[in-house]
C-alpha cells in the first residue's frame, strides 16, 4: 500500500530505551513534566493545545529474560494518557517481558471523523483507518523480530470504534503482523468485568466520539446492561474538562470545570452504582476531583467503583499468562 504523501507522518521523533521495568517508572516523572512544558509554551503562544500538538514517541522496555510475549501499547491518544498505561504495564509486569508504548500523537481527531462519517463523509474514516494501521506497523518495528505473538492494546476509547476495520487493513497490508497480534480490547474487558462483578447501571463517562460511536452503549445494550449518560449540555462541559483541562496538563481548570459537571449532574440524581471511565484521561480527572472538589462531588465518587477499562485490558493480559 502506498502511503498518501498528506498523511501525517508516523514515525516517532525520539525514542526511549530502558533495561529495567524501575528505570522506566521513574523516567515517566520527567515524561510527564515534558508534556506540561509543550502545553504550556502552546499556551504562551495563544495555541490551542491538542493531541496533535505533541511528538510522536517511543518507549520501549526490553526484558532481558522474557517469560512472555510482547505488549504493545498504542497511545498518544492522548500522551498522558498513553504514558500511564505505559507506567502501570511496568509496574505491572516489571522484567518478565518487552513493553512498547508507541505515541501516535499525529492521529486525526476522532471526534471529527466520527461526526463527519455520521453527516455521511467517509473518506476520513478512511484516512484514520489506515493511519491507525501504519501507526501499528511503525510499532511493531520494536518488537524483536520472532514468531511469537504480541499483546496489542490501543489505549483510546474512542479509536476502538474504527478497530474492527483497523484489522482488516492489517489484514490485507500487513498480514505477517495481523497474523501475530492479539488484540486486547478495553470494551470487551470491560463488559465482561461489570458482568462478572453484577454491576447493572453505571454511568458512562467519555468523549463525545466514544458516545456517538456508540463504542459502550451499544455492546451494554446488547447485553442487557442498563447505562446512564449524561445530557448533551453536561457532556459538553465534561469535553472541556477532558479536551482543555487533562490534554493540557492542567489541572486547576480541569477540577474548576470538572466539579460543575458533577454538580449539574447529581441535580439529576442518577441512580447509578459505577462509574465506567470511557476515555483514557477520565481516570486522572476523577482522582484530582477526589482530592480538589466539594465535599458533595468527593462524597460522590468515593462511594462508586470507577472502572478503568485499561487496567481491566492489562489485567486480562496477565492473566492469558
Given amino acids: 500500500m502506498l502511503q498518501n504523501l498528506f498523511y501525517p507522518s508516523l514515525k516517532p521523533e525520539t525514542e526511549y530505551f530502558f533495561e529495567d521495568a524501575q528505570q522506566a517508572i521513574a523516567a515517566t516523572i520527567e515524561f510527564r513534566q515534558h508534556l506540561h512544558a509543550i502545553a504550556l509554551n502552546k499556551k504562551l503562544r495563544s495555541e490551542t493545545v491538542e493531541d496533535q500538538s505533541y511528538p510522536n514517541e517511543a518507549m520501549v522496555l526490553r526484558s532481558f529474560k522474557p517469560q512472555a510475549p510482547p505488549l504493545l501499547l498504542l497511545g498518544g491518544m492522548g500522551p498522558l494518557a498513553g504514558l500511564g498505561g505505559f507506567e502501570v504495564a511496568c509496574e505491572m509486569f516489571q522484567n518478565n517481558r518487552d513493553i512498547v508504548l508507541f505515541q501516535a500523537c499525529s492521529l486525526p481527531n476522532r471526534v471529527a471523523v466520527i461526526q463527519q462519517k455520521i453527516q455521511g463523509v467517509v473518506d476520513g474514516e478512511v484516512d484514520l483507518v489506515r493511519l491507525l494501521a501504519i501507526a501499528i506497523r511503525e510499532a511493531m518495528q520494536y518488537i524483536s523480530l520472532s514468531i511469537e505473538s504480541v499483546d496489542l492494546i490501543v489505549l483510546c476509547n474512542g479509536a476502538h470504534y474504527f478497530l474492527p476495520k483497523v484489522m482488516q487493513q492489517l489484514l490485507v497490508d500487513y498480514s505477517q503482523i495481523f497474523s501475530r497480534l492479539q488484540w486486547i480490547s478495553l470494551i470487551d474487558t470491560t463488559i465482561e468485568y461489570l458482568q462478572q462483578r453484577n454491576f447493572r447501571k453505571p454511568l458512562i463517562l467519555c468523549t463525545t466520539a466514544t458516545r456517538l460511536g456508540r463504542v459502550y452503549s451499544q455492546p451494554l445494550q446488547e447485553v442487557g446492561i442498563a447505562y ?28 474548576k470545570v470538572g466539579e460543575v459537571f458533577f454538580v449539574e449532574l447529581l441535580k439529576l440524581q442518577p441512580a447509578v452504582d459505577c462509574i465506567i471511565a470511557g476515555c483514557s484521561e477520565i481516570p486522572y480527572l476523577l482522582q484530582w476531583l477526589k482530592n480538589n472538589s466539594c465535599l458533595q462531588v468527593e462524597e460522590f465518587l468515593s462511594k462508586l467503583e470507577i472502572i478503568d477499562p485499561v487496567k481491566l485490558a492489562l489485567n486480562s493480559s496477565l492473566k492469558s499468562l
Fill in 228 to 255: 446512564f449518560e449524561p445530557n448533551t449540555d453536561l457532556q459538553s462541559i465534561l469535553m472541556q474538562s477532558i479536551y482543555q483541562g487533562v490534554k493540557t496538563s492542567d489541572c486547576d481548570f480541569a477540577c
